[in-house]
């Protein structure tokens, strides 16, 4: 299974991005998926997650400001990114619970994107 991320980018304070990650491979179901950041020198942390059903959970700091949503049918998820402050630059990387069929065993694995790269900056 692999999480393909994209979307990044350098943007103006203010400005907006719209990340995405699918994943592929050998996939029964996704159960929850997100996004987390981490700048340079600081702990990977949560920005948001959605689960299966859609109900999104976002850090206080993001809130009213980002959207997250999926498509199921393409095992995508989205982070919509708004009103963007120099705060927010970092890698942002992708976050999947995969449900898989291995030798006949039914078991879930989480897995991590590549990371994309968001800069917001004048």
């Known amino acids: 299974v692999q999480l393909q991320a994209s979307g990044g980018g350098l943007v103006q304070p203010g400005g907006s991005l719209r990340l995405s990650c699918a994943a592929s491979g050998s996939i029964l179901s996704i159960n929850t998926m997100g996004w987390y950041s981490q700048a340079p020198g600081k702990q990977r942390e949560l920005v948001a997650t959605?689960?299966?059903?859609?109900?999104?959970t976002y850090a206080d700091s993001v809130k009213g400001r980002f959207t997250i949503s999926r498509d199921n049918a393409k095992n995508t998820v989205y982070l919509q990114m708004s009103t963007l402050k120099p705060e927010d630059t970092a890698v942002y990387y992708c976050n999947a619970d995969v449900t898989r069929s291995t030798s006949g065993l039914v078991l879930q694995y989480n897995y991590w994107g590549q990371g994309t790269q968001v800069t917001v900056s004048s």
């Open positions: 959605i689960t299966s059903g859609g109900t999104p």
